[in-house]
């Protein structure tokens, strides 16, 4: 058996959380491969909406096993309260969810340099969720990381004390001084919560699974465009988001991996700073935010919206090996007269259809317009269902990127889902 990975190809916010939901039941193990408190997948089931930060979203079928993988950073005050914040008792939620050992702690003094870090930048912030995640990730590269199993040595508070003593002389640098007795007390006391959770070295146990013929889904956080390598730097995450990085995020051979499901809205949006070549300022804009409820699950600051970049969506597919598109909230869409995509760009005169190195170097977008579809499509569940114009738009993308759409979202609950063969 391969390993299914499914990803953002945007800027994150795509709606990867629902149809990790909606896919699970085809699945044994769903695996999260990167991020951390800093992703927020939304799942919407029975009128009731829930949002997972650090905990896959398969959480909420019986028989499925969920690992935060060692790719991910975790704070345990998050997960606290992320666990209960669930409508599943504690019981239910240890026998479905194991955690990687190799998985890095988010320490109180991370979240201090990252606030820190991100107001000495002035007016080129980075448009940080201000969680701790760069910090954490940044000790992860310097070799000073804090990981779960450390939890489990004797040594583990002259571990811990080291590095925060590390931390403060950092912020010191900054000018500041913190007691850390409040932050300390409570991230103390989650500690000793998520030590009660069932830990694992999560490489050999899905490699055992995999050997066993148990099929495991991959899921990605954030998206492409906000990959530490591969996104708009250095307006990106700390992390690999796009699919090799649930190779190191879970510790699966490349050999061992299989289809590769890419999750993009019907437009685009973006939360904090950086560039967006498509981003509206306008009644459009506005429209789509207030239509689309484009306000981050985590931060709750208002997206950035614009049409659909097609340029940066054929980039997405090809560093990632999409195979299966999955068109989400094009419920949002319905309405506008007008649809618009971003199928060129101007650069130095010439039109261009690459992501240039520097996104600000693009001095006009090329649009394709088409028309748009009327009326209120979130009770659609078949494809001859769906309006003639926004089946028209769906085979522009399949047309244009190579790759089929065989899921389209009409809707944020896990029913509100077109699938096509």
Same mark, same amino acid.
């Given at each position: 058996?391969?390993?299914?990975?499914?990803?953002?190809?945007?800027?994150?916010?795509?709606?990867?959380?629902?149809?990790?939901?909606?896919?699970?039941?085809?699945?044994?193990?769903?695996?999260?491969?990167?991020?951390?408190?800093?992703?927020?997948?939304?799942?919407?089931?029975?009128?009731?909406? @829930?949002?997972? @930060?650090?905990?896959?979203?398969?959480?909420?079928?019986?028989?499925?096993?969920?690992?935060?993988?060692?790719?991910?950073?975790?704070?345990?005050?998050?997960?606290?309260?992320?666990?209960?914040?669930?409508?599943? !008792?504690?019981?239910?939620?240890?026998?479905?969810?194991?955690?990687?050992?190799? %998985?890095?702690?988010?320490?109180?003094? @991370?979240?201090?340099?990252? $606030?820190?870090?991100?107001?000495?930048?002035? *007016?080129?912030?980075?448009?940080?969720?201000?969680?701790?995640?760069?910090?954490?990730?940044?000790?992860? $590269?310097?070799?000073?990381?804090?990981?779960?199993?450390?939890?489990?040595?004797?040594?583990?508070?002259?571990?811990?004390?080291?590095?925060? /003593?590390?931390?403060?002389?950092?912020?010191?640098?900054?000018?500041?001084?913190?007691?850390?007795?409040?932050?300390?007390?409570?991230?103390?006391? +989650?500690?000793?919560?998520?030590?009660?959770?069932?830990?694992?070295? +999560?490489?050999? @146990?899905? !490699?055992?699974?995999?050997? /066993?013929?148990?099929?495991?889904? %991959?899921?990605?956080?954030?998206?492409?465009?906000?990959?530490?390598?591969?996104?708009?730097?250095?307006?990106?995450?700390?992390?690999?988001?796009?699919?090799?990085? %649930?190779?190191?995020?879970?510790?699966? $051979?490349? %050999?061992?991996?299989?289809?590769?499901?890419?999750? =993009?809205?019907?437009?685009?949006?973006?939360?904090?700073?950086?560039? =967006?070549?498509?981003?509206?300022?306008?009644?459009?804009?506005?429209?789509?935010?207030?239509?689309?409820?484009?306000?981050?699950?985590?931060?709750?600051?208002?997206?950035?919206?614009?049409?659909? !970049?097609?340029? $940066?969506?054929?980039?997405?597919?090809?560093? #990632?090996?999409?195979?299966?598109?999955?068109?989400?909230?094009?419920?949002?869409?319905?309405?506008?007269?007008?649809?618009?995509?971003?199928?060129?760009?101007?650069?130095?005169?010439?039109?261009?259809?690459?992501?240039?190195?520097?996104? #600000?170097?693009?001095?006009?977008?090329?649009?394709?317009?088409?028309?748009?579809?009327?009326?209120?499509?979130?009770?659609?569940?078949?494809?001859? *269902?769906?309006?003639?114009?926004?089946?028209?738009?769906?085979?522009?993308?399949?047309? *244009?990127?190579?790759?089929?759409?065989?899921?389209?979202?009409?809707?944020?609950?896990?029913?509100?889902?077109?699938?096509?063969?």
């Amino acid at each position: 058996m391969n390993i299914d990975i499914l990803l953002g190809l945007q800027w994150g916010d795509e709606g990867k959380g629902k149809i990790v939901d909606a896919l699970t039941p085809d699945y044994d193990i769903v695996a999260r491969f990167q991020g951390g408190p800093n992703a927020g997948h939304t799942i919407e089931f029975n009128g009731v909406k @829930h949002v997972l @930060h650090l905990i896959p979203s398969g959480i909420f079928h019986d028989g499925k096993i969920n690992i935060i993988g060692n790719g991910l950073v975790i704070d345990p005050v998050v997960f606290r309260h992320e666990v209960e914040s669930l409508s599943l !008792d504690i019981g239910v939620v240890r026998e479905r969810l194991l955690i990687s050992l190799k %998985a890095h702690l988010i320490l109180p003094t @991370h979240k201090l340099l990252d $606030a820190a870090q991100e107001a000495s930048l002035g *007016e080129s912030k980075i448009g940080s969720t201000l969680r701790g995640i760069g910090p954490a990730y940044t000790d992860k $590269a310097a070799r000073s990381g804090v990981r779960v199993g450390d939890l489990f040595r004797k040594d583990f508070r002259e571990i811990y004390r080291a590095r925060v /003593e590390g931390h403060l002389r950092m912020l010191a640098g900054f000018g500041l001084s913190n007691d850390l007795k409040e932050l300390e007390e409570e991230w103390f006391g +989650a500690v000793e919560y998520l030590r009660q959770f069932r830990t694992v070295n +999560a490489d050999y @146990h899905i !490699d055992m699974s995999l050997r /066993e013929g148990r099929r495991v889904l %991959a899921e990605g956080a954030q998206g492409t465009m906000l990959d530490i390598d591969f996104g708009t730097y250095p307006f990106v995450t700390s992390s690999n988001t796009v699919a090799a990085g %649930a190779c190191t995020g879970l510790g699966i $051979a490349p %050999a061992r991996t299989g289809e590769v499901f890419g999750i =993009f809205k019907a437009y685009c949006t973006r939360v904090g700073s950086g560039p =967006f070549p498509t981003e509206l300022d306008d009644a459009d804009g506005q429209m789509m935010r207030e239509r689309g409820n484009e306000f981050g699950s985590t931060t709750g600051r208002p997206r950035r919206c614009g049409w659909l !970049d097609l340029p $940066a969506l054929k980039y997405a597919i090809m560093v #990632n090996g999409v195979t299966r598109l999955f068109m989400m909230k094009a419920d949002v869409l319905s309405g506008f007269s007008e649809i618009k995509v971003c199928r060129s760009y101007t650069v130095g005169g010439m039109e261009v259809t690459e992501l240039p190195y520097c996104l #600000n170097d693009i001095e006009e977008i090329n649009y394709r317009s088409m028309p748009g579809w009327q009326g209120d499509i979130r009770g659609c569940r078949k494809w001859e *269902e769906l309006p003639p114009e926004l089946r028209d738009y769906i085979e522009y993308v399949e047309k *244009e990127t190579g790759v089929p759409v065989t899921i389209v979202s009409v809707g944020p609950d896990r029913s509100a889902t077109v699938y096509r063969q």
